[in-house]
């Protein structure tokens, strides 16, 4: 049973993420056969695992699932839309606007290199992407209003790595691809960055006890992405997936002498509709009446150099607040 747990431990997501690589090649690139018979499967296989060896254990809070179950389905209806676009893109002929419009010549489109060469490309200009929008999701207040919805939530798991606002989902997911689709990426390169994507996706939120030793400098794994999810704005850092992002920007935050945050979830939750998802999807919109900027820990942060500042400036709004 030891050794068991220990395998679990270090090699599921090697395991898995090998696995990817495999059944790519031998579903031949089909994002059917890839959804019914691998990624189903595995998120069911995660699913199961975070059920009976969950790294964090306390009972659910009062909604958590309810939010959690309707935001996964409202996520599908993106995802659904997300498809029939790229259906729609492709039978076109050519997936890049640019070789369609003749600002690029066709040869240099990247459909005419390896598939190795397609998939490399496009796993890393995705997440240059995804970090770039990720980054601004974080930093410009008004976009913080929407990703919020996704830091909400008191425990990181495999099911609130989809608690997200619609707007905040295709914001963060339209635009990655947009650029990626600039590059002429063929089809069947697309579907295996997306199957990859997922895994990853998947992995960086699993509620389970995985040691991952080097990789967590290679990969946004649950170890490292639990700090992104720190109530404190300063240890809230990692937003790539691929985490050359995060070194080459200077936001890679890893710190060896503790496991985990504090807290995980808002600065300050004061006002905030944690588990009426409802209730957050109107929330962007009223924030300003709900929550008023100044009673946001995180965003007080940005306007300022320092903690003790921005503390400061916390303290004199409450008070002028209450005057
Ligand atoms: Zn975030
Ligand atoms: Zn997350």
């Known amino acids: 049973m030891k050794t068991l747990s220990w395998l679990l431990s270090r090699g599921f997501t090697v395991f898995f993420l090998s696995l990817s690589f495999v059944a790519i090649i031998t579903l031949n690139y089909d994002a059917n056969k890839l959804l019914l018979w691998f990624l189903l499967p595995f998120y069911a296989i995660s699913l199961a695992l975070q059920f009976f060896l969950p790294k964090i254990k306390k009972p659910l809070e009062k909604g958590e699932l309810a939010t959690d179950l309707i935001s996964n389905s409202v996520l599908t209806l993106v995802n659904s839309l997300q498809s029939t676009g790229l259906a729609a893109i492709f039978a076109l002929g050519s997936s890049s606007l640019l070789i369609e419009a003749g600002w690029i010549d066709p040869q240099w489109g990247l459909s005419n290199y390896a598939m190795w060469v397609q998939v490399l490309v496009g796993v890393l200009l995705l997440d240059f992407f995804f970090y770039t929008t ?40 339209f635009v990655p691809l947009f650029f990626v689709l600039l590059t002429g990426i063929s089809e069947q390169a697309l579907v295996a960055v997306a199957v990859i994507g997922s895994v990853l996706g998947t992995i960086t939120h699993l509620n389970m006890d995985l040691k991952h030793g080097w990789l967590n400098y290679v990969i946004g794994t649950n170890e490292v992405h639990r700090w992104h999810h720190s109530s404190k704005y300063s240890e809230a850092k990692n937003f790539s997936v691929i985490m050359i992002w995060d070194h080459l920007f200077g936001t890679y ?62 303290s004199a709004a409450k008070t002028a607040d209450a005057s």
Not at 143 to 149: A, G
Not at 292 to 298: A, Q, V
């Open 134 to 173: 990720h980054r601004m999701a974080h930093e410009v207040p008004m976009l913080w209003r929407f990703h919020s919805v996704h830091h909400c939530a008191h425990r990181v798991t495999f099911l609130n790595a989809y608690r997200v606002h619609p707007i905040d989902a295709m914001f963060r997911r």
């Open 253 to 314: 935050y890893f710190p060896k002498d503790r496991e985990m945050p504090e807290r995980t979830g808002l600065g300050d939750e004061t006002n905030y509709p944690r588990h009426s998802y409802w209730q957050m999807l109107l929330l962007p919109f009223r924030w300003d009446r709900l929550k008023g900027d100044k009673n946001d820990t995180r965003i007080a942060e940005q306007s300022s150099s320092t903690d003790a500042e921005s503390i400061q400036e916390i």
